[in-house]
T-cell receptor
Framework: AQSVAQPEDQVNVAEGNPLTVKCTYS??????LFWYVQYPNRGLQFLLK??????LVKGSYGFEAEFNKSQTSFHLKKPSALVSDSALYFC???????????FGKGTTLSVSS | DAGVTQSPTHLIKTRGQQVTLRCSPK?????VSWYQQALGQGPQFIFQ???????QRGNFPDRFSGHQFPNYSSELNVNALLLGDSALYLC???????????FGPGTRLTVL
C-alpha cells in the first residue's frame, strides 16, 4: 500500500536561511508526488508535483523539491525562507488504484524574523 | 476564474443528525474528491466522483455518501453523525488523470 511519511512535526528556520521539509514515500511502481501548503483556517494550496522527468521540480512561491528514487524521498526546499512561508506543509502521493491522494501528517514550518 | 467553492463555511450539528455539504469545482474540472481532515492530521480520502458516479472510495463507512450533478458540482452527505465526525471537510477538483487537485477552503463541521 502507498504511504507517505513526514518525519518532522515542526521545522524552525530563520528568515533568509535555506529550508528543507522532509518527505519519504512507499509505493509500488512509479510515484506521483505532490506538495501542498495550508494556512490557518484555509484549504490546501498546490505547490508542486513530480510525475516524471527531472529530479528537481520547481513550483510556486520559490519552492522546489528534489526527487530521489534510491532514497524514496521527495524533500521540499527553498533557498531563502520568508516569514510568510510559515504554514503547515503536506506531502502526498497518488493512490495507485486511482487518483486519490494519500497525505502525510504534515510539518509545521516556522520562520522567525 | 473562481476556484473551488464550498458551502457552508461552518456547521454545528448534534449526534444522530444528518448533514449535507456542497462543492463547486474549478472551471474546466470534471472530477471531484472529498477529504476529511481531523484536527492535527493530514486529509483522509473519502471518495471521488467522475461522470456522476462514485469511482473510488476510501475507508469510510456507508454513513458517508455523495452525489455529483451534471454541472460537476458535488454533495457530501453524512448520516447518523458521531462526535468523531467533527472535522474540516475538504473538496478538491481536478481534470481526469494524474493532475494536481485544487482544494476548496473547506467546511468546518462540529458535532455536539
Amino acid at each position: 500500500a502507498q504511504s507517505v511519511a513526514q518525519p518532522e512535526d515542526q521545522v524552525n528556520v530563520a528568515e533568509g536561511n535555506p529550508l528543507t521539509v522532509k518527505c519519504t514515500y512507499s509505493v509500488s511502481g512509479n510515484p506521483y508526488l505532490f506538495w501542498y501548503v495550508q494556512y490557518p483556517n484555509r484549504g490546501l494550496q498546490f505547490l508542486l508535483k513530480y510525475i516524471t522527468g527531472d529530479n528537481l521540480v520547481k513550483g510556486s512561491y520559490g519552492f522546489e523539491a528534489e526527487f530521489n528514487k534510491s532514497q524514496t524521498s521527495f524533500h521540499l526546499k527553498k533557498p531563502s525562507a520568508l516569514v510568510s512561508d510559515s504554514a503547515l506543509y503536506f506531502c502526498a502521493v497518488r493512490d495507485q488504484a486511482g487518483t486519490a491522494l494519500i497525505f502525510g501528517k504534515g510539518t509545521t514550518l516556522s520562520v522567525s524574523s | 476564474d473562481a476556484g473551488v467553492t464550498q458551502s457552508p463555511t461552518h456547521l454545528i450539528k448534534t449526534r444522530g443528525q444528518q448533514v449535507t455539504l456542497r462543492c463547486s469545482p474549478k472551471s474546466g474540472h470534471d472530477t471531484v474528491s472529498w477529504y476529511q481532515q481531523a484536527l492535527g492530521q493530514g486529509p483522509q480520502f473519502i471518495f471521488q466522483y467522475y461522470e456522476e458516479e462514485e469511482r473510488q472510495r476510501g475507508n469510510f463507512p456507508d454513513r458517508f455518501s455523495g452525489h455529483q450533478f451534471p454541472n460537476y458540482s458535488s454533495e457530501l452527505n453524512v448520516n447518523a453523525l458521531l462526535l468523531g465526525d467533527s472535522a474540516l471537510y475538504l473538496c478538491a477538483s481536478s481534470r481526469r488523470g494524474p493532475h494536481e487537485q485544487f482544494f476548496g477552503p473547506g467546511t468546518r463541521l462540529t458535532v455536539l
